[in-house]
């Protein structure tokens, strides 16, 4: 995140999500008791999709791919959105290349 220009204290509040969580789990009306979990996002958690879009887009900059201009100005254009990466070129050898 770090990496990106996410904020320090932004980070520190993500990772305050995810550190020391207790997860518990209910079989109809029986409470389990509850077992931690050191780093990991919640199922469902509406930040995973974000987390994985910041990692996505530090791997995009480490493959200084251009992504700013349209595929009309360049020979391969790269767009990916959570778990979608499209990789679009104007030659079937211009799509290998990336």
């Known amino acids: 995140m770090t990496h990106v220009g996410i904020p320090n204290k932004l980070i520190r509040l993500t990772k305050a999500t995810m550190e020391n969580s207790t997860y518990y789990v209910k079989i109809e009306t029986i409470m389990a008791d509850g077992y931690k979990v050191g780093n990991a996002l919640k199922q469902e958690d509406g930040l995973a999709p974000n987390l994985f879009n910041i990692a996505l887009e530090y791997v995009i900059r480490q493959l200084s791919v251009q ?17 979608d990466i499209n990789i679009m070129g104007r030659t079937r050898r211009a799509r290998s290349d990336v």
């Open 67 to 83: 992504t700013k201009p349209t595929i009309f100005h360049k020979s391969v254009q790269l767009i990916g959105y959570a778990d």
